[in-house]
């Protein structure tokens, strides 16, 4: 995650070390009994967004639900660990709903801080005593990033000096998630035929917390594009496919897109699956395929290989022209590119052209 752009949400951390004495231990820990830390959170609500529905634009916030607020020594062992809820309770929570929380008696040890929001399907949480990096090999789910304000973000930094007895840090949330959203369908030289679907070729189900991606899913078997399959079962509908039954005259309208959160990886390819099409005096067999192989920034016109966490590729509408030349009875054969627009950070858009 350190070379890409994913800003999202800060969280500034100020911390108070009341020392009567202290001492360095291995890896320059500096050890005390007590420490007083005082936590900034900003939150922002925001409308969910699944298949056919609003754009993400640039600068859309993530919201934090919950997740786990961790210190640590520099040697990843935790020391201290808080729970972000929906509510401020006793013990040592924190509510996702107040702007300022005041944590005290943090151990001396620690010398770095971490943060994982958002935290979806994953139920396991970390401990004191234990390691961070054992921690950060659970597993995310790719369902549980349908909502592009609220998708798992991972941080860690340093405790670094701050004045007399007070050490400091800034926590700048990143997120291993990237979408890519289709505003619309051109279809040019078609006299009639049908949308069955869109399906993404080449997604992963589930990514590491450290951003180790697992369970890639990818079929070139036209049988495996159909609701419920063994590639795009029906949990992940709405997710990382869609099936319906549009005439190819129609698209999504300009304030809507078909949107797919995916974790960061190879640029997948974008499957639309069509029926009854007529074209040119040729009624054609059904199912056809029709497969965006690749795309390209619609600003630079250079191939993008990989998606990126943090970042929105848009399809606008009318950049996506489907031609009868286009048509294969097969998924991933006669593939092309497709311009797209690109945008970093705080959810920031990059239009993209898709390559056919």
Request: aromatic share 8%; proline share 4%.
């Amino acid at each position: 995650m350190t070379n890409q752009l994913k800003t999202m949400t800060a969280i500034a951390i100020t911390s108070m070390m009341a020392l009567a004495a202290c001492s360095k231990g291995d890896g320059g820990d500096v050890t005390a009994p007590t420490g007083d830390f005082s936590v900034t959170l900003s939150f922002k609500n925001a409308a969910t967004t699944r298949a056919e529905g609003p754009a993400a634009v640039k600068g859309t916030k993530i919201e934090i639900e919950d997740g786990y607020l961790c210190f640590a020594t520099s040697a990843g062992i935790i020391t201290d660990v808080y729970t972000i809820s929906a509510a401020d309770t006793a013990g040592k929570n924190i509510s996702k709903d107040a702007l300022n929380a005041t944590i005290q008696n943090v151990p001396g040890s620690s010398t770095k801080v971490y943060m994982i929001a958002n935290m979806g399907t994953l139920s396991a949480a970390p401990a004191t005593g234990g390691n961070m990096s054992a921690y950060l090999d659970n597993t995310m789910a790719v369902a549980d990033q349908s909502d592009y304000t609220k998708v798992t973000c991972v941080d860690e930094t340093g405790l670094t000096p701050a004045g007399e007895n007070q050490k400091a840090a800034t926590i700048t949330l990143e997120t291993n998630v990237s979408r890519i959203q289709v505003k619309g369908l051109t279809f040019d030289g078609f006299t009639s035929g049908k949308v069955a679907g869109i399906f993404i070729n080449g997604f992963y189900t589930a990514m590491e917390l450290d951003g180790d991606a697992d369970d890639l899913q990818t079929s070139t078997d036209k049988a495996m594009y159909v609701a419920g399959s063994t590639v795009f079962t029906t949990p992940l509908q709405s997710y990382v496919y869609d099936t319906f039954d549009k005439n190819i005259a129609a698209s999504v309208t300009a304030t809507a897109v078909w949107g797919y959160n995916l974790f960061a990886s190879a640029t997948p390819q974008i499957i639309i699956k069509l029926t009854d099409v007529v074209a040119g005096g040729q009624t054609y067999d059904a199912p056809q395929f029709i497969t965006v192989n690749g795309f390209k920034n619609s600003t630079t016109s250079t191939e993008i290989t990989d998606l990126e966490g943090g970042m929105i590729y848009t399809i606008e509408a009318g950049a996506l022209v489907i031609k009868p030349e286009h048509l294969n009875p097969e998924p991933g054969v006669t593939p092309f590119s497709v311009a797209v627009t690109v945008e970093k950070a705080e959810w920031d858009e990059t239009v993209v052209v898709p390559s056919l």
